[in-house]
């Protein structure tokens, strides 16, 4: 496709069950962002990806919270026993090589942890 | 860290007028500096952004301005549109290995017909 794809576009979680969060990056984009949305939020940074190195894992709020690209295109974010704060919407970005080039949104995934 | 900060939180202008978003950082290191419009159920879409060596850009109705002094960037739109209606997202990043981009609170733009 031509733009950044999110799966699944909604999740209901119980708390305490674990969820995996799916983005695939534009093809060919070297950087790979996660961020998570609050509602009536700005996005707010969890983790970053050049290739499949993690570079910058400081924004992750929890150990509950991870997040691989194994083969440097799709990312998975994975959140460990789900608790009613994880509830927000968790967007994924991806962008070319050269710094401060555009960074290309997905529609996001809403979590609800009920 | 970078700290940004987004006002008005809403703007409710008539069709036609201008509308203007004001945003502050406060990290002198950052020089990028986008803006996202962001309509429900969707992602952020970048709609403009400026680098700190320019200090304003233009495009079409959209024009964003830079103060690296006074450490303050702004969005102006100009002859709003209905289809204008959406939040707005000021953010700021570095250029370093991380480049990851801090956003502002939000700005819920209301164009009345």
């Known amino acids: 496709g031509a733009g950044v794809s999110q799966s699944p576009r909604y999740k209901v979680a119980k708390r305490g069950q674990d969820v995996a969060l799916r983005c695939d990056p534009i093809s060919g984009h070297v950087s790979l962002f996660w961020y998570q949305q609050a509602l009536g939020q700005g996005p707010e940074f969890l983790t970053y990806?050049?290739?499949?190195?993690?570079?910058?894992k400081s924004g992750l709020p929890s150990d509950r919270f991870f997040a691989e690209r194994p083969e440097g295109s799709v990312s998975t974010l994975k959140i460990q026993r789900t608790q009613q704060e994880d509830s927000a919407v968790y967007l994924c970005?991806?962008?070319?090589?050269?710094?401060?080039?555009?960074?290309?949104f997905g529609q996001g995934t809403r979590l609800t942890v009920v | 860290g970078e700290n940004v900060e987004q006002h008005p939180s809403t703007l409710s202008v008539q069709e036609g007028d201008s509308a203007v978003i004001k945003c502050t950082y406060s990290?002198?290191?950052?020089?990028?500096f986008p803006w996202y419009k962001q309509e429900l159920g969707k992602g952020p879409q970048l709609i403009i952004d400026?680098?700190?060596?320019?200090g304003e850009k233009k495009d079409q109705r959209i024009a964003v301005t830079l103060n690296k002094t006074a450490k303050h960037f702004s969005l102006h739109i100009t002859e709003t549109q209905p289809e204008d209606s959406a939040v707005y997202f000021c953010a700021a990043s570095k250029n370093t290995g991380r480049r990851a981009l801090t956003f502002g609170s939000g700005t819920r733009l209301q164009v009345q017909p």
């Open positions: 990806f050049q290739n499949e190195a993690q570079l910058d």
């Open positions: 400026i680098r700190s060596n320019v």
């Open positions: 970005a991806s962008s070319g090589r050269d710094r401060n080039t555009e960074a290309f």
């Open positions: 990290d002198s290191a950052s020089n990028y």
